[in-house]
């Protein structure tokens, strides 16, 4: 099973401030199978990012993907009001796990 | 718009068995894709459950002897049943519909919206 380790497991910023957010896999993840989704309370996630820098449909361009084999990034350029919230990294290569998530709170 | 929601009893006793609907409209299951359950203990991060195809189901093999998920193409649901449940079932169970699927491997771009499960006596 691959692990994902997600950190730090809290980021505190303020908005306008850039965020970035890591995913460390414990093996390889193949053909950049990656994705990321936003969870805020008491809601479903929401999938932001998949094939590790691919937007999904409606996601604001602040908000970018990066990275291959081990090491993936999310990156919001400038936080907003509404992406205060709990983030989550998912690999689809070799069955599928979830990393334990970072939360981004207001400073 | 795919819109998918969750139904099922909010309360399950210890050893008996939980089963969940998930309604999906504006798209009909027999049409394609995969459907998954997924969930999410309470405080905590989001475990995969299984995916269903038109041709097959994928479980979380720490699951498989308790779980089954199947499709009903006339109702356009899927549906969930876990069984010997304890505590540790106790968390928010999501359907979603995977995309780029290949066996257990999607990720997924639409999500009910949970549904609170908690088994207690």
């Known amino acids: 099973e691959i692990v994902l380790t997600q950190s730090p497991g809290t980021l505190s910023l303020s908005p306008g401030e850039r965020a970035t957010l890591s995913c460390r896999a414990s093996?390889?993840?193949?053909?950049?199978?990656l994705a990321w989704y936003q969870q805020k309370y008491g809601q479903a996630p929401r999938l932001l990012i998949y094939g590790a820098s691919s937007r999904a449909t409606g996601i604001p361009d602040r908000f970018s993907g990066s990275g291959s084999g081990t090491d993936f990034t999310l990156t919001i350029s400038r936080l907003e009001p509404e992406d205060f919230a709990v983030y989550y990294c998912q690999q689809y290569g070799t069955s599928l796990t979830f990393g334990g998530g970072t939360k981004v709170e207001i400073k | 718009q795919v819109q998918l929601q969750e139904s099922g009893p909010g309360l399950v006793k210890p050893s008996e068995t939980l089963s969940l609907t998930c309604g999906v409209s504006?798209?009909?299951?027999?049409?394609?894709?995969?459907w998954a359950w997924l969930r999410q203990p309470p405080g905590k991060g989001l475990d995969w459950l299984g995916n269903i195809y038109h041709s097959g189901t994928y479980r979380n093999s720490s699951l498989e002897s308790r779980l089954t998920i199947s499709m009903d193409t006339s109702k356009n649901q899927v549906s969930l049943t876990l069984k010997s449940v304890t505590a540790a079932d106790t968390a928010v169970y999501y359907c979603?519909?995977?995309?780029?699927?290949?066996?257990?491997?999607?990720?997924?771009?639409?999500w009910g919206q949970g549904i609170l499960v908690t088994v207690s006596s």
């Open positions: 979603a519909r995977g995309r780029y699927c290949n066996g257990d491997s999607c990720f997924f771009d639409f």
């Open positions: 093996q390889s993840v193949s053909s950049r199978y």
């Open positions: 504006g798209y009909s299951i027999r049409s394609g894709y995969y």
